[in-house]
């Protein structure tokens, strides 16, 4: 007989629609990297805005639909990761940002991925993004694509970019470290 306290486990569904807006950004990618490459400045927009669409509502959705789930957890912030990533790279081999803003981008996000994998493989414990990061990521990508389409001072975009990514990897390290003083 079961107690009141006792509960089945019911496997998580991987395909939700909030995983799969999530998804939909590996397949955006390529896109917005073709239109970064080539310079078509409202094509850049777009992909860009899609993108951005994307990643809100995923989250939104899942919330909104109880589909909150640790497969969407890890696929929403690889996905963004795919995402910056695959655009700074375009961008700096298109010449329109040096390479160190690519490396940091990229170290930053290797970085808190294998954070993320340590705790997870250690722990069995998907950590979630934080507000600060997903900030972080819009300013990044918006300033990539300013400086991808010429707009405004480039000086101005890299230092926001460089605040917020040196603030979400500063929140990031603060939560990975309370989390394992806390284990």
Not at 3 to 28: C, D, G, K, M, Y
Not at 119 to 135: D, E, F, I, M, P
Not at 160 to 171: G, Y
Request: proline share 3%; glycine share 6%.
């Amino acid at each position: 007989m079961e107690t009141p306290s006792a509960r089945s486990v019911i496997p998580e569904q991987r395909w939700t629609f909030s995983n799969v807006l999530s998804a939909s950004r590996f397949v955006l990618a390529i896109p917005l990297c073709w239109s970064l490459w080539y310079g078509a400045t409202w094509w850049i927009l777009f992909w860009a805005l899609l993108s951005a669409a994307t990643d809100f509502f995923d989250g939104y959705v899942a919330r909104r639909l109880r589909q909150v789930s640790d497969f969407g957890k890890i696929l929403d912030p690889i996905a963004d990761k795919v995402m910056v990533g695959s655009a700074a790279l375009t961008i700096y081999l298109s010449g329109r940002v040096e390479w160190w803003l690519f490396a940091v981008i990229i170290v930053r996000d290797l970085l808190i991925l294998l954070g993320g994998i340590f705790v997870q493989r250690r722990y069995a414990v998907v950590l979630s993004s934080n507000q600060v990061g997903k900030w972080a990521v819009g300013f990044v990508s918006l300033s990539l694509m300013l400086c991808a389409m010429n707009l405004g001072p480039h000086d101005l975009w890299i230092g926001i970019s460089m605040v917020s990514l040196v603030v979400s990897f500063a929140v990031y390290c603060w939560t990975f470290l309370t989390f394992l003083r806390k284990a």
